[in-house]
Each structure stands twice: as structure tokens, then as C-alpha cells.
């Protein structure tokens, strides 16, 4: 498995540009089966010779089906075929609720697997010579455990944390410890794309940002969620950031406030490890501006300087773009709210 997620007027707003300048791709042709992973694994009989069925549908999933018992499930490759069978026995029998739950969320998967084509022939449009995953596997693990993941030749989607934020198993002590709730907010059925998209773009682009200074994570993030946002041009900003959406408005009311706190707390060139994840990656605020406003600020403000400077520089391509050094990106941009 490469790469995992442990994971109305805003839209028009906000995405009306993206979507005016969305290229034309109904004539690529995209190869994606989807397979209902969990859908087999349930049906199996627990009180008739279980072992040899689980073996049956491990062999029709070749790869996933070893992943999904020893690494999602967390099954010891040295137990042997009866224990480990009782052990996925009784995952199966502690999950049924999550899993009858998502037969009710996900009666019609078609629409979600719809999503997933389009940013496929996105992907296939402005970078051709990407090698596209071929099937889209969905399944149900633990809920602390491990959402969408994109193997070799597949997108694998976690429906246990696609079941909707009101979902009373995602309050659960267990859970919050793993994905407190400012994280479960985004386990909807309408984050899946997203999720698949943001593997893909991390496997496009590997992130290395170890010992880089704040502007520059910054900037690499926002180049992220730029590439991001073409790849899915109808969706709306705030959920490609993760904020919700009067966090995105009060971000945008207040972004010259936001680019201050920086610049009067001389952070830019910051290298701290320490200082700079207080504004880069997950956390449920900023703690500067309040605990209403959302963590992960630095990105904001990337994704600002990004979409400034491609306004100054519409020729050119998001392969130019990645690959562009961020501080220069940075420089040119001359970003002032």
C-alpha cells in the first residue's frame, strides 16, 4: 500500500474560476472496476466452515486481501489459518453495525465511484504518463484504524470512516483518541473523492519537507492544494483544505489578520520543527486567533500565494508548477492581502 489517509454560497464563492477553466475530458477513457470487498467478507458464513471461505475470498483479492489481515486488521503472520480465522471472525462479528450501517449510507456507491473516474481522466488529462489505479476496492476496517489507502494498481476506500460525522461509534472514547472530532467532521461519503485525490497527488509528488523553513512548507502545501483543486473543480474549497465552511469565510474575511501573524512573529524563515507544525498539518485551532478558527493555517496562506502567483502566470502547466522551487514561487507571487 503506498499511500493512506489515518483519514452553497462557499462554492460559488470560491470555486466559480476553477470550474469556468475545467478542460474538456469526457473522451478519455478511464479503466476502474469496483469491488465491494466488504460486502463479500460479511456474507461469509461464521458458522460453516469459515476458515476455507476466508481463504476463498482472500485468493479472488490477492493483494488486498493479505493487506486488508495483516495490516489493516493487524492479524501476526506467524498464527496460523484457524486463529487467524477466529481473530477475523471476530472482527466481523464486533463490526456488523458499521457494516449494516454502510449498506444504508452506501446503497448507491455509483455516484461516489462517478467522482472518482472524473478526477481519474483529470489526472490522465495534465499528467498522461501517470500509471492510473485500475480498480476502486471499498471495505470496512477498525474505526481507529486506517481509511483510504492507494495501492499499486488500486484505490481502497475505507467505508468505516465515510459514514457521516453523526455517526455514534465516531464519539466513542476509542476513536476520539485516534481521530478527535474535529477530524471525524470530515467523515462524510463526500470526502472519498478528496481523499483518493490527495493519495494520488502525494504518489505524484512525495512530500520532503523536513528541516524547510515555514514559507516554504507553506507554499509547497498551497502548490498541493492548488493541483488539487483542478482535480476536482466542482468541489468546494473548504472541504479540499479540511475546515469547515464559516471557517473558510472567517479565513478569507480575515486574511491580511491571518499573513500579519506571521509576518509580525518573524515566522517565515522559521526552521523549528517544534514552531512550525503549530501551523502546518493537523490540530483543531490556531492558537493565536482563537479557538474558532481552524488549525493547519500555514496552508491557507499557500494556497493564497499559489493561486496569486498562477494568476500572474496562467501559461503554465501544474507540472511547471510542482516543480518550480517554492521560494522563488514565493517571491514572485509578492502575496500581500
Not at 489493516?72 to 456488523?96: E, M, Q, V
Not at 502548490?223 to 473548504?238: Q, V
Not at 480575515?254 to 517544534?274: A, G, P, S, V, Y
Request: glycine letters at 4%; proline letters at 4%.
Amino acid at each position: 500500500m503506498k499511500y493512506l489517509l489515518l483519514v452553497a454560497f462557499t462554492a460559488a464563492l470560491f470555486s466559480c474560476s476553477n470550474r469556468n477553466k475545467t478542460p474538456d475530458v469526457s473522451g478519455i477513457k478511464i479503466e476502474l472496476t469496483t469491488q465491494r470487498f466488504e460486502k463479500d467478507f460479511f456474507k461469509l458464513d461464521t458458522t460453516n466452515n469459515y476458515s476455507n471461505q476466508l481463504n476463498q475470498l482472500l485468493d479472488r483479492y490477492p493483494s488486498f486481501g493479505q493487506n486488508f489481515i495483516f495490516r489493516i486488521l493487524g492479524a501476526d503472520p506467524k498464527w496460523n489459518n484457524d486463529s487467524i480465522a477466529s481473530y477475523t471472525k471476530l472482527f466481523s462479528s464486533l463490526h456488523r453495525k458499521v457494516y449494516d450501517t454502510s449498506l444504508m449510507v452506501f446503497n448507491n456507491f455509483s455516484v461516489y465511484e462517478a467522482q472518482v473516474k472524473k478526477a481519474l481522466q483529470l489526472v490522465k488529462y495534465y499528467f498522461p504518463n501517470y500509471k492510473l489505479p485500475t480498480k476502486l476496492i471499498t471495505y470496512i476496517g477498525p474505526l481507529d484504524g486506517f481509511g483510504d489507502i492507494l495501492a499499486d494498481d488500486a484505490i481502497i476506500v475505507g467505508l468505516q470512516l465515510h459514514l457521516g460525522k453523526n455517526f455514534s461509534l465516531y464519539h466513542v472514547e476509542e476513536v476520539q483518541q485516534t481521530y478527535p472530532s474535529y477530524i471525524t467532521n470530515r467523515f462524510e461519503p463526500s470526502y472519498i473523492a478528496i481523499n483518493c485525490m490527495k493519495n494520488i497527488v502525494s504518489d505524484l509528488y512525495p512530500e520532503k519537507l523536513e528541516d524547510k523553513s515555514l514559507i516554504t512548507q507553506m507554499v509547497e502545501k498551497g502548490k498541493r492544494l492548488y493541483l488539487l483543486s483542478k482535480l476536482l473543480p466542482n468541489e468546494d474549497e473548504y472541504k479540499l483544505i479540511g475546515y469547515s465552511k464559516q471557517q473558510l469565510k472567517e479565513c478569507y474575511e480575515n486574511e491580511q489578520t491571518i499573513w500579519d501573524m506571521f509576518i509580525k512573529n518573524n515566522l517565515l524563515q522559521n526552521t523549528d520543527e517544534n514552531i512550525v507544525k503549530n501551523y502546518i498539518g493537523e490540530s483543531p485551532k490556531t492558537q493565536e486567533l482563537g479557538d474558532a478558527s481552524p488549525g493547519n493555517i500555514g496552508a491557507f496562506s499557500g494556497w493564497q500565494i499559489v493561486k496569486k502567483y498562477m494568476d500572474k502566470n496562467s501559461g503554465l502547466t501544474l507540472q511547471q508548477l510542482m516543480a518550480m522551487d517554492d521560494d522563488t514561487l514565493f517571491q514572485e507571487a509578492k502575496y500581500k492581502p
